[in-house]
Nanobody
Framework: EVQLQASGGGLVQAGESLRLSCTAS??????????IGWFRQAPGKEREGVSC????????IYADSVKGRFTVSSDNAKNTVTLQMSGLKPEDSAMYYCATVFSLPCSLKRENFDYWGQGTQVTVSS
């Protein structure tokens, strides 16, 4: 069983930055054998993919809405993935979730991920 712990959310003003972290654990878990995705869900909206990283080679993908503002990175030794969010906008406000799946390519499709963290709230005021 894999456990994911997301943290770092908070209340910020538009234009400011936040750093979210996702720490994975589980018996025998190795970060480089999994891809880690970040998703977000605002009230009344579908959960959408934001970013994904393959810690094996560091390759990343981003949703168009966050390209150039968000950066995802991994620390394989610590089984931790970080989402650095800059230039935040009110429309970035949502509950942010990290998710993982074993040995599949990166994706922004929620159905491709098996394990989910509990979420961390990001609120951006205008």
């Amino acid at each position: 069983e894999v456990q994911l712990q997301a943290s770092g959310g908070g209340l910020v003003q538009a234009g400011e930055s936040l750093r979210l972290s996702c720490t994975a654990s589980g018996r025998g878990f190795k970060l480089h054998e999994h891809v880690i995705g970040w998703f977000r869900q605002a009230p009344g909206k579908e959960r959408e993919g934001v970013s994904c990283i393959d810690p094996m080679d560091g390759s990343t993908i981003y949703a168009d809405s966050v390209k150039g503002r968000f950066t995802v990175s991994s620390d394989n030794a610590k089984n931790t993935v970080t989402l650095q969010m800059s230039g935040l906008k009110p429309e970035d406000s949502a509950m942010y979730y990290c998710a993982t799946v074993f040995s599949l390519p990166c994706s922004l499709k929620r159905e491709n991920f098996d394990y989910w963290g509990q979420g961390t709230q990001v609120t951006v005021s205008s």
